[in-house]
């Protein structure tokens, strides 16, 4: 059973940094497109990062690049995002989710989800 637990969320000021983690269980994340999702309050969820683990290739949002960096440990079964320079905006529910047939993969194109973990970045 493929089980996959976010971590590392919490509360911050603006300008401030996070790192989110995700392990996995039951799966191996060799040659697989995984991300990270966001869900503001209100709003839809919207991918944030993608990263396709069998040759590291990374994809934004344009709202994240340069602040963001998604990576990944294949020997630990863990994808991280590091968070820099955050904003209110970035404040949500932050998912990650694995094993789309397309890389970057829209939201349905994604076959395992974490739980989620809260950031929420005050002004």
């Known amino acids: 059973q493929v089980q996959l637990v976010e971590s590392g969320g919490g509360s911050v000021q603006a300008g401030g940094s996070l790192r989110l983690s995700c392990a996995g269980t039951?799966?191996?994340?060799?040659?697989?497109?995984m991300a990270w999702f966001r869900q503001a309050p209100g709003k839809e969820r919207e991918g944030v990062a993608h990263?396709?683990?069998?040759?590291?290739?990374?994809y934004y949002a344009g709202s994240v690049k340069g602040r963001f960096t998604i990576s990944h440990d294949n020997a630990k079964n863990t994808m991280y995002l590091q968070m820099n320079s955050l904003k209110p905006e970035d404040t949500g529910m932050y998912y990650c989710?694995?094993?789309?047939?397309?890389?970057?993969?829209?939201?349905?194109?994604?076959?395992?989800w974490g739980q989620g973990t809260q950031v929420t970045v005050s002004s």
């Open positions: 989710a694995a094993r789309s047939i397309r890389c970057p993969g829209e939201e349905n194109d994604y076959n395992y």
């Open positions: 990263i396709f683990t069998g040759n590291g290739r990374t």
């Open positions: 039951g799966y191996t994340y060799n040659s697989d497109c």
